[in-house]
């Protein structure tokens, strides 16, 4: 079972990567809003592609910084300080490579750019080149340096990235925001990001030397510990992370770029959708990541039970927190898109927003389960459901977006979470024996029930279509008594008798030391 300190540490570092996320969240928020308001359509969706081009870089990850926390998080349980470092030196060996090959990826990009965006042309193009050579290097560069955070989250000690990364993020905004009320170009905002980037991967250094000479024994970098036998054990564990970067790649980095081939006008449009987007997958992965480093841990101890009983329970709660998040940006989706961007924007992207956030309800709601998965090392013997997910999603956006545009990517995005979820539930849940639950009650406890409680809002939802506007009233109470009969539901049917009264203990004990006399 899990110890009172190990759920301490899952709350700690949930909340260290909720302010990380919320700091990425405030720059999504406000960044674009000033963006698209600033900037021409053609401008903003040109730097939506230079990010999107850029970002390619980080899949030369391969999963390694993932294994990096899982390996630091075991060998610190077990004590083995040695093996540990030779992990580390390894990775970081490893990474140094793919940033090589990073940076000539990006040289080959850049002549290729002309033919794969035809509608780019003239001082545009150029800025396009120019921008996707600044952001990726110094993500190149960051590569290497990501062997710094998954020390960190191995350690269990993710408020430190969380500060540096989040703080990075808000000093590339701010300066972007600079740079544009000047008049800069998009090479201009380039070397800003660049230069910030580089910035918090030197920070990040001089914390993890701080952070590994007070830990026993310390962590030791070094030549002489890279070792062939770590390498392979890397590989061993990073080939189906790496095929799961590849479904993930497939499914959410090709989509803009798609977009930019078939319907370029769309691009500008399609990146303020798939933004809010990211802003809601972000929040859950930042919520539920904690999870890697505690699995790990619990693995080590051989404990299966209790990590099909993190899963259940991850993954109820996470349900509900999708639904309540991601049904009203369906609901109200123009609107929001019409407060937070110009009505140019909210227009063409509010269909776009909608299909998205209902695909990716879809395919996150399996996130705790994947997490678990990774922690125990399980990924390996499942890498199918990704490839299936992926290539679906590639397939069915690039043959939709033909004739199309946008929202046929969009649509593509929508089968592939369809497919991705029955393979998890169909195929890797069989295969998965580190995990120890029941498909069945996973399936009808933890997604299900939670689902079915929020029918009322759905049903309420529809019915405001077909009232007028000027009758507020009775679309105000309509809304209430629906939330109302939701929160009911999900008291009743989605939480589990010891939830409940974990919950209710855990208010009154609360009530109970704020009325108590001082």
């Known amino acids: 079972m899990t110890s009172r300190r190990e759920k301490f540490l899952i709350v700690k570092n949930a909340i260290a990567n909720l302010v990380r996320g919320g700091a990425s969240a405030l720059v999504a928020v406000l960044l674009p809003s000033f963006l698209t308001r600033s900037m021409s359509t053609e401008a903003f969706g040109a730097w939506s592609l230079v990010l999107q081009l850029s970002a390619y870089v980080s899949y030369l990850d391969f999963g390694i910084q993932t294994a990096i926390a899982r390996f630091v998080a075991h060998s610190s349980e077990r004590g083995e300080g040695e093996y540990r470092d030779r992990i580390v030196s390894t990775a970081m060996a490893c990474l140094a490579s793919s940033a090589c090959i990073g940076l000539l990826g990006l040289v080959l990009l850049s002549f290729f750019i002309p033919r794969l965006f035809p509608h780019l042309h003239g001082e545009l193009l150029l800025s396009v080149r120019a921008s996707v050579i600044l952001v990726g290097g110094s993500l190149c560069i960051g590569l290497p340096a990501s062997v710094f955070t998954g020390t960190f989250v191995g350690l269990q000690r993710n408020e430190v990235p969380a500060a540096i990364i989040g703080i990075s993020r808000l000093l590339s905004a701010v300066l972007l925001v600079v740079v544009v009320r000047h008049r800069g170009t998009i090479p201009h905002m380039a070397l800003v990001m660049a230069l910030v980037n580089v910035g918090s991967y030197a920070v990040q250094y001089v914390a993890y030397r701080r952070l590994s000479e007070s830990i026993a024994p310390p962590i030791r970098l070094s030549l002489s510990k890279i070792s062939k036998a770590a390498a392979t ?141 990774i922690g125990s090392g399980e990924q390996r013997r499942v890498i199918l459901t990704p490839l299936l997910e992926g290539v679906s999603n590639l397939l069915f956006s690039v043959l939709l977006a033909r004739s199309f545009g946008a929202i046929g990517v969009a649509a593509g995005t929508m089968v592939g979470s369809l497919v991705g979820l029955g393979g998890n539930l169909f195929y890797n849940m069989r295969r998965t024996t580190e995990i120890q639950m029941s498909i069945s009650e996973y399936f009808f406890s933890s997604l299900l029930r939670p689902s079915l409680c929020f029918l009322p809002i759905g049903l309420a939802a529809a019915v405001w279509r077909f009232l007028p506007m000027d009758l507020i009233a009775v679309r105000f109470i309509c809304g209430v008594l629906a939330t109302a009969i939701s929160l009911g539901m999900l008291w009743r049917f989605a939480l589990q008798p010891e939830e409940r009264t974990k919950l209710v203990a855990t208010i009154r004990g609360r009530l109970g030391r704020e009325i108590a006399p001082s």
């Open 233 to 373: 054990e890397l590989f061993d564990y990073c080939f189906s992370l790496t095929v799961w970067g590849l479904g993930i790649l497939l499914v959410t980095g090709l989509d803009l770029t798609i977009v930019g081939i078939y319907s370029f006008g769309e691009v500008a449009y399609y990146s303020i959708a798939a933004t809010v987007v990211t802003l809601l997958a972000g929040s859950f992965g930042a919520i539920f990541g904690a999870m890697g480093s505690t699995t790990a841990v619990i693995h080590a101890r051989g404990d299966r039970a209790g990590l099909g009983k993190m899963v259940l329970g991850a993954t109820r709660m996470g349900t509900v927190m999708l639904l309540a998040t991601g049904l009203p940006l369906i609901v109200f989706a123009h609107p929001l898109l019409r407060v937070w961007v110009d009505a140019q924007y909210a227009a063409n992207g509010a269909i776009l927003l909608q299909v998205l956030v209902a695909a990716n309800i879809i395919r996150m709601t399996v996130t705790p389960y994947v997490l678990a998965m």
